[in-house]
């Protein structure tokens, strides 16, 4: 299919897209972004709609360089945190049964819904402590951009606010960050936010699997690096 440049209107929001879709997979978008936004009415800041659309929109830019299914690519990124298992008691199949039971509502064909299910069983950080198990180039544009949605100014803020939201403190010298932990270890942990820095956010720029991915990333990552900085400064009281 011939890529082109399509517009919708969804609700107050406008938005211009590039990508290959027919009518039928444009319904399909549409109709997701809908029950998305509906899903995560009252979600946690770092995990609502709008880390949704963040991810969305940072894939679709990524996917233009990469040989990719661009249905695929939307329907994964809007689903890919409907249900998030740390907001489930660690249970890490409620979002993909969630995704695939909403996606056959809408008689998406077979292949696509399976190939989606699967990049949000997989997208996740603490899943890649385990090793790769399953991948596609749709899910490696995915998880680039959800992960780079965890960087710089955006990803600052979504720690302390998921960080804030578990009721931690921002920082204890007392508590060394904890490196190389396995999944289940990761899962438990009620670390100081600032530990997460060391723990996940400055070892994603060297995960990225896309050249414009691994591009992106670089000024995020170098912004963290600023402010913890800035942040050690001024808990010494030097500046």
Request: overall charge negative; hydrophobic content about 40%.
């Amino acid at each position: 299919m011939t890529a082109y440049i399509y517009q919708v209107k969804i609700a107050d929001l406008k938005i211009n897209k590039r990508m290959s879709a027919s009518e039928k997979d444009t319904q399909w978008i549409e109709k997701t972004v809908n029950y998305v936004k509906k899903e995560l009415t009252d979600a946690e800041g770092g995990h609502d709609w709008w880390h949704t659309y963040r991810v969305w929109k940072a894939a679709e830019r990524i996917a233009l360089e990469e040989s990719t299914d661009a249905t695929i690519v939307a329907l994964a990124a809007l689903l890919h945190d409907i249900a998030d298992a740390k907001f489930h008691d660690g249970d890490e199949t409620v979002g993909p049964d969630k995704a695939r039971r909403f996606l056959q509502s809408m008689d998406v064909d077979a292949g696509i819904t399976e190939h989606v299910v699967n990049i949000i069983k997989h997208i996740s950080y603490k899943n890649s402590l385990e090793g790769e198990t399953w991948s596609s180039p749709e899910m490696q544009v995915l998880q680039d951009a959800d992960r780079l949605d965890a960087l710089g100014a955006i990803g600052i803020a979504r720690a302390f606010s998921y960080g804030g939201f578990k009721g931690r403190t921002f920082y204890d010298p007392a508590i060394p960050p904890q490196l190389n932990m396995d999944k289940e270890t990761y899962k438990k942990s009620t670390a100081p936010t600032i530990n997460h820095f060391y723990e996940k956010l400055l070892l994603l720029k060297d995960g990225m699997h896309t050249n414009t991915a691994k591009a992106m990333a670089e000024e995020r990552h170098a912004y963290m690096e600023g402010f913890l900085k800035q942040f050690y400064a001024e808990w010494e009281g030097r500046v």
